[in-house]
C-alpha cells in the first residue's frame, strides 16, 4: 500500500492552521480577559477614591458651618482607607497621595488630618477658619479628582502614565507658597 502525500497533506495542513488558529484565539482571549479585569479593579478603585475626595472637597466648602469633628474624621478615615486600597493599582506618580492630602487638610483644618494616628480622646477641634488655605485644599482635592478620573478612564497601556503632582511641589508650581518663604513674600 502506498501513503498518498497529498491526501495526507490535504488533511494535516487544515488541522494544523485549525489548531494554531484555537491556540491563538484562546491566548487572546486569556489577554483580553485579564486587560478587562484590571481595567474593573481600576474603575472600582477610582470611584471609591473620587466619592471619598468629592465628601473631602464638600466638608471643606462648608468648612465654616460643618465643624463636627466626628464628620471630619469619618471622611478622613474613609479617604485614607480609599488610598490604601487603591495604592497597588494606581500609577506610581500618585504614590503621595495619603501624604499630600494630609498636608492640605493639616493646612486647612488642622489635627482632623491625622485622625488615623489618633485615638477618639486625642481628637481635637478644628483648627481656625482660614480662607487661603481652604481653598489652597479644595483646588488642590479636585486637581487630584481630574488626576483620578483621568486614570480611571484611560486606556490600559496610558493610565499607568497618569501624573499627579504631590502637594507642596502643586504650592510651587502654581506659585502659591514656596516652603521656606512666606505667604507677604510671594504676593
Do not use: C
Not at 77 to 96: G, L, Q, W
Not at 110 to 129: F, P
Not at 152 to 175: Q, S, Y
Amino acid at each position: 500500500m502506498t501513503l498518498d502525500y497529498s491526501l495526507l497533506l490535504d488533511v494535516l495542513v487544515p488541522l494544523l492552521a485549525v489548531s494554531l488558529g484555537a491556540y491563538f484565539s484562546a491566548r487572546l482571549g486569556v489577554a483580553h480577559a485579564e486587560r478587562s479585569e484590571v481595567s474593573r479593579f481600576r474603575r472600582e478603585s477610582a470611584e471609591e477614591l473620587v466619592v471619598a475626595f468629592t465628601t473631602l472637597r464638600d466638608l471643606l466648602r462648608d468648612v465654616q458651618h460643618i465643624r463636627d469633628v466626628e464628620q471630619w474624621i469619618a471622611a478622613v478615615n474613609a479617604a485614607y482607607d480609599a488610598i490604601e486600597d487603591a495604592r497597588y493599582r494606581t500609577p506610581s506618580s500618585f504614590r503621595h497621595l495619603k501624604q499630600s492630602l494630609r498636608f492640605a487638610l493639616g493646612e486647612a483644618v488642622g489635627g482632623v488630618s491625622l485622625a488615623d494616628m489618633r485615638t477618639s480622646r486625642e481628637h481635637e477641634e478644628l483648627s481656625e477658619y482660614n480662607h487661603r488655605w481652604n481653598e489652597y485644599a479644595i483646588e488642590y482635592i479636585e486637581m487630584v479628582l481630574g488626576s483620578i478620573r483621568q486614570w480611571r478612564d484611560a486606556p490600559v497601556k496610558t493610565a499607568p502614565k497618569v501624573w499627579l503632582l504631590a502637594f507642596d511641589p502643586w504650592l510651587a508650581k502654581t506659585e502659591r507658597y514656596v516652603s521656606g518663604q512666606g505667604i507677604a513674600e510671594m504676593t
